[in-house]
Each structure stands twice: as structure tokens, then as C-alpha cells.
Antibody
Framework: EVQLVESGGGLVQPGGSLRLSCAAS????????MHWVRQAPGKGLVWVSR????????DYADSVKGRFTISRDNTHNTLYLHMNSLRAEDTAVYYC??????????????WGQGDLVTVSS | QSALTQPPSASGSPGQSVTISCTGT?????????VSWYLQYPGKAPKLIIY???KRPSGVSDRFSGSKSGNTAYLTVSGLQAEDEADYYC??????????FGGGTKVTVL
């Protein structure tokens, strides 16, 4: 069974930093692209970032480019999102998602339960 | 890039069908057959129900179907059941090599 479990969220002050983790199990982690998608309270879903299966290719939404860094540890089946210079508008539930095998960059086949990041003073 | 346009709400009685639209541009929905749909229950993670416009993942009910015409994609839920009451989101690949979501549609089963 595919499982994705996010952790590391919480309350952080504006301008602060936070690192989210996503522990993956139930599939061959090194085969799949991975994504982060976020959802502000009461709002819709927004794609944030993706990383290729070998970690060599990364992409970001314009809203987080230069502030967020996606990475992965294929030895420990873990995806990360390093978030710097956090703003109030980054407050959201952050989901990690596994890319589809055939459409790895654009289809999110499995999702974690999400982790809430709150940016507030 | 602006979100794809979905109606905020849609409704139908049990057994009826409801169709949700997802309107973009020629740079996203109209330019690629890479439209997906996700279902999300309150407080839960989204679930993939349609990809590549009209393909269903294994285990997804055939009551869900997708189509596309020009810059607009559609999700139809047939034989509405109480469990179909949820938020539905469309996505599309874009010419900027990103993925854009719709604003979401809340489906109510009357």
C-alpha cells in the first residue's frame, strides 16, 4: 500500500524558515517523480514544486521560486521542502504527492494526508 | 498564471447526473490532453479520479467520466450518490511546464 506521511509543519514567524518532510513507503521511491501541492485555509489547491526521480530536475511555481527548495533522499525514501523567507500567504496545508508513472510531471496519483504550516507573528 | 475556471457549486438529486466545467486557454486546457480531475472530501487529501482527459485510474468508479472541447474540460458524475458530495478540482499541464488547478467545485447531492 502506498503511504506518504508529511511532517515538520507548525507555526513560524514571517521571514522564518521551516523544513517539511514526506516519508514514502509501499512503492519503489526511486522510480517516481514527487510533488508538493498546497492549500490555503478554505481555498483551492496550488501546485508548488516537483522533483525528478533521481533528483536532478526540479521546478517551482513562480510564487515560491527562490525561497523554497525541493530535495529528496532516495536512500531513506524521503522527500523534503525547505522553505525560507516565509510569508503570511504561505500559510497552507502542504501535501506531498507521487507523480503518475506515465505522466510524472502533471498527474498526482497518490497524496499524503497533509501538514499545516502557519506563518504568523 | 490564473487558475482554471470552475463553477463554485453544482448539485443534483440521487441517481441524476451532474457535469462540471473547467475552462482554460489554448495555452493549457486547449493545448494539451493533460487534464486531470481530483475529488476531495472536507479535511481529507485529494484523490485522482480522471487523468489524460478521460482515463480512470484502477479502482475509480465508471460513474466518473471526462471529456474536453476546445479550451473547456468536463467531468460528469452519473448516478449521483451521497458519497459523491465533495469538492472537485481540475488541473491542466501548461505551456510553461507547470500544472495549474481550477478553483474547485463543491458538489451537493440534494
Amino acid at each position: 500500500e502506498v503511504q506518504l506521511v508529511e511532517s515538520g509543519g507548525g507555526l513560524v514567524q514571517p521571514g522564518g524558515s521551516l523544513r517539511l518532510s514526506c516519508a514514502a513507503s509501499g512503492f519503489t521511491f526511486t522510480t517516481y517523480w514527487m510533488h508538493w501541492v498546497r492549500q490555503a485555509p478554505g481555498k483551492g489547491l496550488v501546485w508548488v514544486s516537483r522533483i525528478s526521480n533521481d533528483g536532478t530536475n526540479t521546478d517551482y511555481a513562480d510564487s515560491v521560486k527562490g525561497r523554497f527548495t525541493i530535495s529528496r533522499d532516495n536512500t531513506h525514501n524521503t522527500l523534503y521542502l525547505h522553505m525560507n523567507s516565509l510569508r503570511a500567504e504561505d500559510t497552507a496545508v502542504y501535501y506531498c504527492a507521487r507523480g503518475h508513472y506515465v505522466y510524472p510531471r502533471s498527474v498526482f496519483e497518490y497524496w499524503g494526508q497533509g501538514d499545516l504550516v502557519t506563518v504568523s507573528s | 498564471q490564473s487558475a482554471l475556471t470552475q463553477p463554485p457549486s453544482a448539485s443534483g438529486s440521487p441517481g441524476q447526473s451532474v457535469t462540471i466545467s473547467c475552462t482554460g486557454t489554448s495555452s493549457d486546457v486547449g493545448g494539451y490532453n493533460y487534464v486531470s480531475w481530483y475529488l476531495q472530501y472536507p479535511g481529507k487529501a485529494p484523490k485522482l479520479i480522471i487523468y489524460e482527459v478521460n482515463k480512470r485510474p484502477s479502482g475509480v468508479s465508471d460513474r466518473f467520466s471526462g471529456s474536453k472541447s476546445g479550451n473547456t474540460a468536463y467531468l460528469t458524475v452519473s448516478g449521483l450518490q451521497a458519497e459523491d458530495e465533495a469538492d472537485y478540482y481540475c488541473t491542466s499541464w501548461t505551456g510553461s511546464s507547470t500544472v495549474i488547478f481550477g478553483g474547485g467545485t463543491k458538489v451537493t447531492v440534494l
